[in-house]
């Protein structure tokens, strides 16, 4: 089973900031779009951001300003960070591979996930 390893999350006051953090096999970093889904309780998973083997990238409206999708092909690492933190945003956080097609569309095709690490913005 592909396993990709997230790391930072964290509790963080509004309007601070976070970095998350994604390592993926070679032979999935190379093929796939990268992107950061997250899921709230009560509320379907959603994406946040993507970005394409060549960096193009993606934003969902609420977030565009505020945060940044990078990936460094070097260390097979997407990052994701966040600024201007709010409580909405309080979540749990998905690293994910796929089409950029698939995720822009919102959804996925690929089992290709994260273990998921929290985000919590307190107000």
């Known amino acids: 089973q592909v396993q990709l390893v997230e790391s930072g999350g964290g509790l963080v006051q509004a309007g601070g900031s976070l970095r998350l953090s994604c390592a993926a096999p070679?032979?999935?970093?190379?093929?796939?779009?990268m992107g950061w889904y997250r899921q709230a309780p009560g509320k379907q998973r959603e994406l946040v951001a993507a970005?394409?083997?060549?960096?193009?990238?993606h934003y969902t409206d609420s977030v565009k300003g505020r945060f940044t999708i990078s990936r460094d092909n070097a260390k097979n690492t997407v990052y994701l960070q966040m600024n201007s933190l709010k409580p909405e945003d309080t979540a749990v956080y998905y690293c994910?591979?796929?089409?950029?097609?698939?995720?822009?569309?919102?959804?996925?095709?690929?089992?290709?996930w994260g273990q998921g690490t929290q985000v919590t913005v307190s107000s």
């Open positions: 994910h591979a796929d089409s950029i097609k698939t995720m822009v569309s919102g959804g996925w095709s690929r089992d290709y």
């Open positions: 970005i394409t083997s060549g960096g193009s990238t």
């Open positions: 070679g032979s999935i970093f190379s093929i796939y779009a």
